[in-house]
């Protein structure tokens, strides 16, 4: 990989590849793209890759038929959709036409995704508000032989008179 690209200037040069493609840069910026990609053979290897895509949808684009749609037959469409009637849809009056909102969080469909939100967000916030647990001799304590001696004689101690 090179390492222009770490900088800004091979990314700028592939933004300007990009604005070339278009066919919207400046002399400046076209001299500019072509000294950065005479010595950046990646950037170079892009721009022409963006060209040939450019290209191709020119081509594509100029063998298909263009739709021209008139005024009349704009108006026609029009026309033809306001007078269409609707299958199954009797318009009575006013009250016929009332419209209920629902909100669009209800329902049991969107429960479960909620819900597992909810429980992500809890089992954060527990993590984050939990101390590290520590081992015992993190904090520097370490018991001296002595001491296991008498843990360990109260531990047999304990158990023979159980």
Known sequence: MNVNWFRSECRRSRELARMATAGLLTESE?????RHTGKCSECRYYAAELNAVGRTLN???????????TPELAAQWH????GEEKPGVKVAGAAACEVRLVPAWSGWDRAVPVSLV????VVIGIHLNTPAIRPA?????????????????WLVQSRESA
Request: no cysteine.
């Open 137 to 153: 001799a993190a904090d520097g304590f370490v018991p001296t032989l002595r001491e296991v001696r008498v843990v360990m004689e």
């Open 79 to 82: 026309k033809a959709i306001q």
């Open 118 to 121: 909810l429980i992500w967000l």
């Open 30 to 34: 076209r001299s500019a793209l072509a």
């Open 59 to 69: 081509d594509w684009k100029m063998g298909s038929p263009s739709p021209a749609v």
